[in-house]
């Protein structure tokens, strides 16, 4: 009876899927143009003549390559490394438009982001996430037309990484050659970050097994940092101190400062806070601007050629030594 309606009515895309027995993905990349076996070409022609269906203006611009929006997610705006990933986007491109979404680090801001972009039927989606929920994954998983991800080794998308394995491997020995006696460490629970929480620190762990070694919960906030470290430092002394980002690492820095501590600093990132606090801040660092490019460039790829294996792109990084693990004080 359903199949007898649709002459009645304008069919959808939705339709066409069911009739051809085919994913509506597969509807969309033949109105785009994209990559369909013959065999699934020949009976969506069939359908689309036998119904006389039209797309609408926007889905045809899609099939003539016009549609040149890229829908791009961060979850915050606040944070260096992010906005120099945005610029790197743009320094490369020079046939987009960017619909930014800030979702403020909110999971269900984030699951509203990907459905907004969607029902705009941008031509890509860049997603800088900081964790993927089943939720997200099934609504990425959802979303036809190519999604890039940075930040997070999901082997189901297409995706660009910080080596933040080799750089905990780094600084926990750059760390040990400090020869420190009480270590604090600055983290995020790894459910909230799995790179950073968890990857970014594997390393550190492994090298400092063997110290007394303190370990806090933070937020990737200055003022919080400050706050949770000043709690710890009021009421112990430490030599070492190594912050899951630069800004947590700064706000531990104010911390010791308030306390007459002595220690040294590491923290993680790229920005102009490392060479702005006193002293400099000695940082693990990525070039966050050439990762943007990176990120536009690999969604580019994967638009145009559709390759058939998700693409895995890894950033290494480097250790930048300065004042706040020499003698400073």
Do not use: C
Not at 82 to 101: P, S, W
Not at 154 to 179: C, K
């Amino acid at each position: 009876l359903w199949y007898d309606n649709l002459m009645e009515k304008k069919i959808t895309i939705a339709d066409i899927a069911r009739m051809a027995n085919v994913a509506k993905s597969t509807v969309s990349r033949y109105l785009n143009g994209g990559s369909v076996s013959e065999k699934t070409r020949r009976k969506i022609d069939t359908i689309v003549s036998d119904y006389n269906y039209q797309p609408n203006a926007l889905a045809q611009n899609l099939k003539l390559k016009i549609n040149h929006t890229v829908g791009v997610i961060v979850p915050r705006l606040d944070s260096t490394a992010q906005v120099e990933m945005l610029r790197g986007l743009d320094a490369v491109n020079d046939e987009d438009t960017f619909l930014i979404v800030n979702t403020y680090q909110s999971v269900a801001r984030e699951l509203a982001a990907i459905e907004k972009l969607r029902n705009q039927h941008v031509s890509g989606l860049i997603i800088l996430t900081a964790n993927i929920t089943d939720d997200i994954r099934d609504a990425l998983k959802a979303f036809d037309v190519p999604v890039v991800i940075q930040g997070q080794d999901e082997g189901d998308f297409h995706r660009v990484l910080m080596n933040d394995r080799q750089a905990g491997d780094i600084v926990g020995q750059y760390a040990v050659s400090l020869t420190p006696k009480k270590v604090l460490l600055l983290t995020i629970p790894e459910q909230q970050d799995w790179s950073i929480g968890h990857d970014r620190f594997t390393g550190i762990y492994h090298a400092l097994a063997d110290y007394d070694v303190t370990t806090i919960h933070t937020k990737f906030n200055i003022d919080e940092a400050r706050n949770d470290a000043l709690h710890v430092m009021s009421q112990n002394t430490f030599d070492l101190v190594i912050g899951a980002t630069d800004r947590m690492t700064i706000g531990a820095l104010q911390a010791g400062i308030a306390t007459h501590q002595s220690a040294k600093y590491i923290g993680f990132g790229k920005s102009d806070l490392s060479t702005t606090v006193t002293p400099h801040l000695t940082s693990f660092e990525y070039d966050f601007y050439e990762t943007g490019k990176l990120m536009y460039n690999l969604l580019k790829n994967v638009r145009e050629n559709n390759p058939s294996e998700k693409q895995r792109l890894v950033f290494d990084g480097q250790l930048v030594e300065r004042e706040s693990t020499q003698n400073f004080y």
